[in-house]
């Protein structure tokens, strides 16, 4: 025995240095991946079974014990290395496609512009924003309306009891006030003020500021008491129609309705009436329209019907008349009111109403 280490057998150094190129080729085959599908391929080949790595270590075999444990310890400090990159590597393109996946779905909520820059905006490719659907389906309405030859008026969303409910034939404690769940608010004296839960006090105000004849329509936001489902809202829109002059009959009432209907919705669709109550209206009926969906054949909107609940209607209520001074020997006219927001959802065939106001503007986008 001397002091002196013993020289190395052949295979230890050859071995040695097969670990020193296999672990530089590797680290740069790893570097070269460009993604991350390619570097676990690339992963598998350098660092997997049947590596080369792998097999140097069935060579161990041909060394001396002595050397056996020292070029055992080479090899996996080597392949401990480039697992490290590996995985810093995976690490990095993992974050990389991440943030690339969040870009992707990102929202762009710029505001709508108008003016010189809009048009390189334009240009770029940025979408303009639209309507809502409900505002869609609102103007649809007027202009129908309006080319029927009907004028259009609004009214403020807070109202007093005597236009939402008084004059139109509902005094204090009248039960058929029970019909809208009412939202009043906080002033005084209690219960004087509310949010209007229809459209109707609109007539009242027309006809107390102009005189007949009145040939208008009323849409606006409305305010009930409900908890949203999928066919309520709390907050909603309805749109009013008031026709008062000489000699206007049921049978005018009826005509009107059905022209709306095939002029809005389509030839091939009609209408039709059935008997109901409001106070306001005398007769009242509630309308109902060919199922837009399935065009009359029955579905699951119109429940096999064919026909779908609009909204209501009826003869102004001399009552009414009285209560803004329309004198109603000479003069009867006709009402009706409907839900813009209902209308909506079944012309797009919406399962969930409340999706009008989430704001999501992967919904809204669609129409
Ligand atoms: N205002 C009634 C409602 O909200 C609808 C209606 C309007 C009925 C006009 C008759 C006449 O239910």
Redesign the pocket.
């Known amino acids: 025995m001397t002091d002196h280490a013993p020289p190395s057998s052949p295979d230890r150094t050859s071995i040695a240095e097969a670990v020193v190129s296999i672990e530089s080729d590797g680290l740069a085959r790893l570097e070269s991946a460009p993604r991350l599908a390619t570097l676990r391929e690339i992963e598998r080949d350098v660092l997997g079974k049947r590596s080369e790595l792998a097999r140097l270590h069935t060579r161990l075999g041909q060394l001396p014990s002595d050397e056996r444990r020292e070029v055992g310890a080479l090899i996996n400090a080597a392949r401990d290395r480039l697992q490290s990159r590996a995985d810093a590597l995976a690490a990095s393109f993992e974050s990389q496609e991440r943030r690339s996946r969040i870009e992707a779905e990102r929202l762009d909520l710029t505001e709508f512009m108008s003016g010189p820059l809009a048009a390189p905006l334009d240009a770029i490719g940025r979408g303009r924003g639209h309507l809502n659907l409900v505002t869609e389906t609102r103007t649809r309405l007027e202009d129908t309306f309006v080319a029927m030859g009907f004028a259009v008026a609004e009214g403020p969303e807070a109202e007093t009891d005597w236009y939402n409910f008084e004059a139109l034939n509902m005094p204090p404690a009248h039960p058929a006030r029970g019909?809208?769940d009412t939202l009043y608010l906080r002033l005084d004296p209690p219960g004087t003020v509310l949010l209007r839960?229809?459209?109707?006090p609109v007539?009242i105000r027309l006809m107390e500021s102009q005189k007949p004849p009145i040939y208008a329509v009323m849409p606006g936001r409305?305010y009930r008491r409900d908890t949203p489902d999928a066919r309520h809202l709390p907050v909603f829109h309805?749109i009013?129609?008031?026709v008062v002059d000489r000699g206007i009959t049921f049978g005018n009432l009826a005509g009107t309705i059905e022209a709306f209907t095939t002029s809005f919705f389509g030839p091939g669709m009609h209408s039709r009436l059935r008997p109901s109550y409001?106070p306001?209206?005398e007769p009242?009926a509630e309308f109902e329209v060919t199922c837009p969906i399935c065009a009359g054949a029955g579905c699951r909107t119109c429940s096999g019907s064919g026909w779908i609940e609009l909204?209501?209607?009826?003869m102004v209520d001399p009552n009414v008349f009285a209560a803004v001074g329309i004198d109603s020997e000479t003069y009867s006219g006709?009402?009706?009111?409907?839900g813009i927001d209902r209308l909506a959802q079944v012309l797009v065939g919406l399962p969930d109403m409340r999706a009008l106001l989430d704001n999501d503007v992967r919904f809204l986008a669609q129409f």
């Open positions: 019909m809208w839960t229809h459209t109707s007539q409305c309805q009013e129609g008031l409001f306001f209206t009242s909204g209501g209607c009826g006709f009402a009706f009111g409907f």
